[in-house]
């Protein structure tokens, strides 16, 4: 079964814009969940992660995300999207002890 | 600090031919973990491990054998490869079932012609 879901293949922003990357997932007990950019050619990064406590985490490179349970969703996003921003990026959660993916969302910014 | 390292960055294998796709981390992490990416499927977890002399079963297992001799090393087998195994391969640890955050190597490019 499905834990993660990122409905979002692709998306285009311009430069300056805002952002926001859509994650929902599908697991019973509050789950552990992540965020990783992945830069062409390169490994994945963390960004952020939540655990627990507050539902607003801030990671890097101005990043942010928020545990919604009512909705479960862990949507990622970023006030002022820069050309440097153009990546892949993946919502991941852990589940029976192992991290799983989303299918990914392709970020590109126009300048 | 290395972290995790992989190697080769690139191969080209014909089909039926195997190898090993080596990863090696320093950070004395219990927990590693083999992944293949594929375009419009994400991150597919083949392998893990949790500890020294234990590996499980991921998602898709199938065609690939690991080992774990060693905390450092877990090392990733192609028996008789394919082209369906064209695929981009990451390797990643974590310190132990307590912490959850992974690190992850810069790939394998494996294509099978």
């Known amino acids: 079964a499905q834990s993660v879901t990122q409905p979002d293949i692709h998306i285009t922003v311009s430069e300056g814009a805002s952002l926001e990357l859509r994650c929902n997932y599908s697991y019973g007990a509050t789950p552990y969940l992540f965020w990783y950019v992945q830069s062409p050619g390169q490994g994945l990064q963390l960004l952020l992660k939540y655990f627990s406590g507050d539902t607003l985490v801030q990671g890097i490179k101005g990043f942010e995300a928020e545990f919604k349970r009512s909705q479960s969703s862990f949507n990622l996003r970023k006030p002022s999207v820069h050309w440097s921003d153009a990546a892949e990026y993946f919502c991941a959660v852990v589940r029976a002890d192992k991290l799983i993916f989303g299918t990914g969302t392709r970020l590109q910014v126009f300048p | 600090n290395a972290g995790v390292t992989q190697t080769p960055k690139f191969q080209v294998l014909k089909t039926g031919q195997s190898m090993t796709l080596q990863c090696a981390q320093d950070m004395n992490h219990e927990y590693m973990s083999w992944y293949r990416q594929d375009p419009g499927m994400g991150l597919r977890l083949i392998h893990y491990s949790v500890g020294a002399g234990i590996t499980d079963q991921g998602e898709v297992p199938n065609g690939y054998n690991v080992s774990r001799s060693t905390t450092e090393d877990f090392p990733l087998r192609l028996l008789s490869a394919a082209p369906s195994q064209t695929s981009v391969y990451f390797c990643?640890?974590?310190?132990?079932?307590?912490?959850?955050?992974?690190?992850f190597g810069q790939g394998t490019r494996l294509t099978v012609v």
């Open positions: 990643a640890s974590r310190r132990d079932r307590a912490h959850h955050e992974a690190f």
